[in-house]
């Protein structure tokens, strides 16, 4: 009875270790009076100081016994079994504050690292006599004692100090390294310890994983024979937990020690576009926060509770969907709602973003693009275009490569195909269709194509390089190419336009009557778009081809770099294009873009109703697929395998945005957004079509990306592209707003009734080669880990039979067990 009531006692104060301070329902409700925080505060102390001192009492019993006893560890249970069994004890409630978010530790991880230690303690230890005699006791209590102390005494000193003494600190994140891989082997020798003789000699021998009925059979006499497969049982779930539980505690030091000793601001010494200068530095994150909350204001004097909460997210970095998806939501309230919220957030951006120049001088990055000159003095061209072009429309396909490409009818069987199975939208397959039925639109010598990144892996240079066209060329400098390093991308660009039947144009840092050699020309190409933005301007703007204004210029888009580079490209970019269809005639100019599918966009009701759709008729057409994926979401508790369906109002929506491809990606994407909006509404053609994702270099170089990319065709309607497919199909689609009279991407055609655009965000939803996300039955971003675990069991076409192959291995050994017992 007294146990008892000890371990009641424990439990009601436990958890508190975890407990920081006042509690986030608490703090949700109106401001608490400061003597009730005080009382609180000190409540907390006590309770972790009290903690503290229970194991020290732990570790006393245990130094006490091996001064007395050094020659075994008979005894040490009698002497610290029962501080441990109530103090341990009292972690239970651990799970309790968990579950109602009273503290910030996740639930399931809380569970199991609580629960670990009761089963140990109370499961293993308790009842087992020969586990309390064993030599393991010694190593488990020393590292559980130490872990435990040191632990408590932090939270304690955590009440009352900002910054906990380096002398507690460092040992509390530090320490598991060691005391983590002792516990641990001293648990399962426990656990082996627990199992009488002759049962662990008979598993031992026979069959230490799959344990057959026989061998069950011939042990189910002995004492506590549940506790015995419990054992086993959990003799394996140690094994593997071990795989995951220090390298996540690494990661938890990690972050603690990010915490207490952030970086120092570095030196403000960068040149060429920079982020803002918020609170003292240039951060990608506050930047971030920034644009949003301003876009989501509008150029309103109010400031909606939504641009709060943006501007005051302590989480950017993994919280930024829910904040874009506000931003979205808001530009969908109506037709200005979305022009004001594209303008505001682009208007932020160039007015707030700052430049420094190669002297030092700094000054705004709007004003910076107000500069006339440039330093770009040379203009080269390589002209092998024909009176006649002949080129045929081709896309490669999987094994009908660039040497052996699919043509004419073969395309558009393709493109039904696609279409068919939900991989793109119907009128993106018209639209395919189309530019091959009409061959004539393949003469594009009336339009000069600008390409903002022109070697860019997904973009059309190569296609329209193939089919004879005008291309003017923006890039890195040819002088970044080192010897030994990789090759500079003009050396591609220009051995492409040598061998096709177009017209290649671009810029030299000097005259090119000053190049005499290849190498030459090499080295005086191209610009930096982020040191001189205005310079490639400049140059574009005096080029004779655009200076005429009868000639039709269409200027795309089509840079990358990782993390807050990828923004200022796109800004970048995004001064030019504005100010090349400002400066010329109405209608003589067409911006274009390649917009991802992993963003928020408005979709077509015939999409979401087909993502409904392959998430309900799975049950009938894949039933074992179904099974499995409904026990992939019990198993993450709902966050994987989340519903794609999405509406707001009148519109069907998709929320295709990726965490792990962070805000900064998000916001280049959404910048490009904007312009197309705003160009839109003021009667500028725009082709913003959704590509489809793409196996490219820069994607599949990242690990995780590349396993998810071999996983996530396992889910109608996926299918991941190769680079000269997308590249084809992409110019496809750019051919068609061109050419047809009833494109979308041309205004005149905003209330038709075939491609009507009320909102400008409709715009993106027509054409689309979303490949497969819009009619997908679960989001993108919730597919991320089963698509890994997809490739790493067999890949989409065994990952089924694999499943429930060692599921069925799993309720077998269950199965066998169940039935020794019953025998």
Request: aromatic share 10%; with cysteine.
């Given at each position: 009875?007294?146990?008892?009531?000890?371990?009641?006692?424990?439990?009601?104060?436990?958890?508190?270790?975890?407990?920081?301070?006042?509690?986030?329902?608490?703090?949700?409700?109106?401001p608490l009076r400061e003597s009730i925080k005080m009382l609180?505060?000190?409540?907390?102390?006590?309770?972790?100081?009290?903690?503290?001192?229970?194991?020290?009492?732990?570790?006393?019993?245990?130094?006490?016994?091996?001064?007395?006893?050094?020659?075994?560890?008979?005894?040490?249970?009698?002497?610290?079994?029962?501080?441990?069994?109530?103090?341990?004890?009292?972690?239970?409630?651990?799970?309790?504050?968990?579950?109602?978010?009273?503290?910030?530790?996740?639930?399931?991880?809380?569970?199991?690292?609580?629960?670990?230690?009761?089963?140990?303690?109370?499961?293993?230890?308790?009842?087992?006599?020969?586990?309390?005699?064993?030599?393991?006791?010694?190593?488990?209590?020393?590292?559980?004692?130490?872990?435990?102390?040191?632990?408590?005494?932090?939270?304690?000193?955590?009440?009352?100090?900002?910054?906990?003494?380096?002398?507690?600190?460092?040992?509390?994140?530090?320490?598991?390294?060691?005391?983590?891989?002792?516990?641990?082997?001293?648990?399962?020798?426990?656990?082996?310890?627990?199992?009488?003789?002759?049962?662990?000699?008979?598993?031992?021998?026979?069959?230490?994983?799959?344990?057959?009925?026989?061998?069950?059979?011939?042990?189910?006499?002995?004492?506590?024979?549940?506790?015995?497969?419990?054992?086993?049982?959990?003799?394996?779930?140690?094994?593997?937990?071990?795989?995951?539980?220090?390298?996540?505690?690494?990661?938890?030091?990690?972050?603690?020690?990010?915490?207490?000793?952030?970086?120092?601001?570095?030196?403000?010494?960068?040149?060429?576009?920079?982020?803002?200068?918020?609170?003292?530095?240039?951060?990608?994150?506050?930047?971030?926060?920034?644009?949003?909350?301003?876009?989501?204001?509008?150029g309103s004097d109010v400031i909606p509770a939504a641009a709060?909460?943006?501007?005051?997210?302590?989480?950017?970095?993994?919280?930024?969907?829910?904040?874009?998806?506000?931003?979205?939501?808001?530009?969908?309230?109506?037709?200005?709602?979305?022009?004001?919220?594209?303008?505001?957030?682009?208007?932020?951006?160039?007015?707030?973003?700052?430049?420094?120049?190669?002297?030092?001088?700094?000054?705004?990055?709007?004003?910076?693009?107000?500069?006339?000159?440039?330093?770009?003095?040379?203009?080269?061209?390589?002209?092998?275009?024909?009176?006649?072009?002949?080129?045929?429309?081709?896309?490669?396909?999987?094994?009908?490569?660039?040497?052996?490409?699919?043509?004419?009818?073969?395309?558009?069987?393709?493109?039904?195909?696609?279409?068919?199975?939900?991989?793109?939208?119907?009128?993106?397959?018209?639209?395919?269709?189309?530019?091959?039925?009409?061959?004539?639109?393949?003469?594009?010598?009336?339009?000069?194509?600008?390409?903002?990144?022109?070697?860019?892996?997904?973009?059309?240079?190569?296609?329209?390089?193939?089919?004879?066209?005008?291309?003017?060329?923006?890039?890195?400098?040819?002088?970044?190419?080192?010897?030994?390093?990789?090759?500079?991308?003009?050396?591609?660009?220009?051995?492409?336009?040598?061998?096709?039947?177009?017209?290649?144009?671009?810029?030299?840092?000097?005259?090119?009557?000053?190049?005499?050699?290849?190498?030459?020309?090499?080295?005086?190409?191209?610009?930096?778009?982020?040191?001189?933005?205005?310079?490639?301007?400049?140059?574009?703007?005096?080029?004779?081809?655009?200076?005429?204004?009868?000639?039709?210029?269409?200027?795309?888009?089509?840079?990358?770099?990782?993390?807050?580079?990828?923004?200022?490209?796109?800004?970048?970019?995004?001064?030019?294009?504005?100010?090349?269809?400002?400066?010329?005639?109405?209608?003589?100019?067409?911006?274009?873009?390649?917009?991802?599918?992993?963003?928020?966009?408005?979709?077509?009701?015939?999409?979401?109703?087909?993502?409904?759709?392959?998430?309900?008729?799975?049950?009938?057409?894949?039933?074992?697929?179904?099974?499995?994926?409904?026990?992939?979401?019990?198993?993450?508790?709902?966050?994987?395998?989340?519903?794609?369906?999405?509406?707001?109002?009148?519109?069907?929506?998709?929320?295709?945005?990726?965490?792990?491809?962070?805000?900064?990606?998000?916001?280049?994407?959404?910048?490009?957004?904007?312009?197309?909006?705003?160009?839109?509404?003021?009667?500028?053609?725009?082709?913003?079509?959704?590509?489809?994702?793409?196996?490219?270099?820069?994607?599949?170089?990242?690990?995780?990306?590349?396993?998810?990319?071999?996983?996530?065709?396992?889910?109608?309607?996926?299918?991941?592209?190769?680079?000269?497919?997308?590249?084809?199909?992409?110019?496809?689609?750019?051919?068609?707003?061109?050419?047809?009279?009833?494109?979308?991407?041309?205004?005149?055609?905003?209330?038709?009734?075939?491609?009507?655009?009320?909102?400008?965000?409709?715009?993106?939803?027509?054409?689309?080669?979303?490949?497969?996300?819009?009619?997908?039955?679960?989001?993108?971003?919730?597919?991320?880990?089963?698509?890994?675990?997809?490739?790493?069991?067999?890949?989409?076409?065994?990952?089924?039979?694999?499943?429930?192959?060692?599921?069925?291995?799993?309720?077998?050994?269950?199965?066998?067990?169940?039935?020794?017992?019953?025998?």
């Amino acid at each position: 009875m007294v146990l008892v009531q000890r371990s009641a006692i424990m439990f009601m104060f436990a958890g508190i270790a975890e407990y920081q301070g006042i509690p986030n329902w608490l703090r949700k409700g109106p401001p608490l009076r400061e003597s009730i925080k005080m009382l609180l505060k000190l409540y907390f102390t006590v309770y972790n100081v009290a903690c503290a001192v229970g194991w020290m009492m732990c570790a006393a019993a245990l130094a006490k016994h091996i001064h007395n006893y050094p020659n075994g560890a008979k005894g040490l249970w009698e002497d610290a079994g029962m501080i441990l069994v109530i103090t341990q004890g009292a972690a239970a409630l651990e799970i309790v504050h968990s579950a109602l978010k009273m503290t910030k530790s996740p639930f399931m991880q809380c569970f199991m690292q609580v629960m670990s230690r009761l089963l140990i303690v109370h499961g293993v230890l308790y009842p087992s006599k020969s586990a309390q005699s064993n030599w393991a006791l010694y190593p488990l209590l020393a590292a559980y004692c130490t872990i435990e102390i040191t632990r408590y005494v932090f939270y304690a000193l955590k009440q009352w100090m900002k910054k906990v003494p380096g002398i507690v600190f460092y040992p509390r994140y530090s320490m598991f390294y060691v005391l983590y891989p002792l516990g641990i082997t001293s648990e399962l020798i426990l656990l082996l310890a627990s199992l009488p003789a002759d049962f662990k000699a008979e598993w031992w021998a026979n069959a230490p994983i799959s344990m057959p009925n026989s061998c069950m059979a011939s042990c189910s006499t002995c004492e506590n024979y549940l506790g015995c497969q419990a054992s086993v049982i959990l003799f394996y779930v140690w094994c593997l937990a071990t795989l995951f539980m220090i390298p996540a505690m690494h990661f938890t030091r990690k972050s603690a020690l990010k915490k207490r000793n952030p970086r120092k601001p570095k030196p403000d010494t960068g040149k060429g576009i920079l982020f803002p200068m918020i609170n003292g530095q240039r951060s990608t994150q506050e930047a971030g926060k920034a644009i949003i909350a301003a876009a989501i204001t509008g150029g309103s004097d109010v400031i909606p509770a939504a641009a709060a909460k943006a501007r005051i997210e302590r989480k950017w970095r993994f919280k930024y969907v829910r904040h874009f998806r506000a931003m979205f939501e808001a530009s969908l309230e109506s037709p200005e709602a979305a022009v004001n919220i594209a303008k505001a957030g682009t208007d932020f951006m160039h007015k707030h973003f700052q430049f420094r120049d190669a002297n030092g001088n700094l000054t705004s990055f709007e004003k910076q693009m107000e500069r006339k000159d440039t330093c770009l003095k040379g203009v080269y061209r390589i002209d092998n275009t024909e009176s006649k072009n002949s080129a045929e429309f081709t896309v490669p396909y999987k094994k009908r490569g660039v040497e052996n490409p699919l043509k004419g009818a073969e395309i558009k069987k393709l493109a039904e195909k696609w279409a068919a199975y939900g991989t793109i939208e119907p009128d993106a397959a018209d639209a395919l269709k189309k530019v091959v039925d009409n061959p004539k639109w393949l003469d594009l010598k009336d339009y000069y194509f600008v390409l903002i990144g022109a070697s860019s892996a997904m973009g059309p240079y190569l296609k329209l390089m193939e089919l004879g066209a005008n291309v003017i060329a923006l890039d890195i400098p040819g002088k970044w190419e080192r010897p030994g390093g990789r090759p500079s991308p003009w050396r591609k660009i220009m051995k492409v336009a040598k061998d096709s039947k177009g017209k290649l144009i671009f810029p030299l840092s000097k005259k090119a009557s000053e190049c005499k050699t290849e190498d030459e020309i090499v080295k005086a190409a191209g610009g930096d778009l982020i040191n001189q933005p205005a310079d490639i301007l400049n140059w574009l703007m005096n080029l004779d081809e655009v200076k005429d204004k009868k000639n039709h210029i269409v200027i795309g888009n089509y840079t990358y770099l990782d993390g807050g580079l990828h923004v200022l490209l796109s800004l970048a970019s995004d001064a030019i294009m504005k100010e090349v269809a400002a400066r010329r005639p109405k209608g003589k100019t067409t911006l274009c873009y390649l917009c991802t599918p992993t963003d928020l966009h408005v979709i077509p009701e015939d999409a979401s109703k087909a993502a409904e759709t392959n998430v309900s008729m799975s049950a009938l057409t894949r039933p074992l697929s179904f099974i499995v994926e409904s026990l992939l979401k019990v198993v993450s508790g709902g966050k994987w395998l989340v519903g794609n369906v999405y509406r707001k109002d009148s519109h069907s929506m998709v929320d295709g945005l990726v965490v792990n491809q962070g805000p900064n990606y998000a916001l280049a994407k959404r910048l490009q957004h904007w312009r197309a909006i705003l160009a839109y509404n003021e009667g500028i053609p725009v082709s913003s079509n959704i590509a489809p994702s793409t196996a490219t270099l820069s994607v599949v170089k990242a690990r995780t990306f590349k396993w998810a990319y071999g996983g996530i065709p396992f889910f109608k309607p996926y299918e991941i592209f190769d680079q000269e497919t997308t590249n084809s199909v992409m110019t496809a689609a750019l051919i068609h707003d061109l050419r047809s009279p009833a494109s979308a991407a041309n205004p005149k055609n905003k209330e038709s009734k075939e491609t009507p655009v009320t909102n400008c965000l409709e715009l993106f939803k027509y054409t689309s080669f979303h490949g497969g996300v819009w009619r997908s039955g679960y989001k993108m971003d919730s597919l991320g880990v089963v698509s890994v675990l997809i490739y790493f069991l067999g890949g989409p076409s065994l990952f089924v039979p694999v499943s429930v192959s060692v599921a069925g291995a799993l309720s077998a050994g269950f199965y066998s067990v169940l039935m020794a017992t019953v025998i």
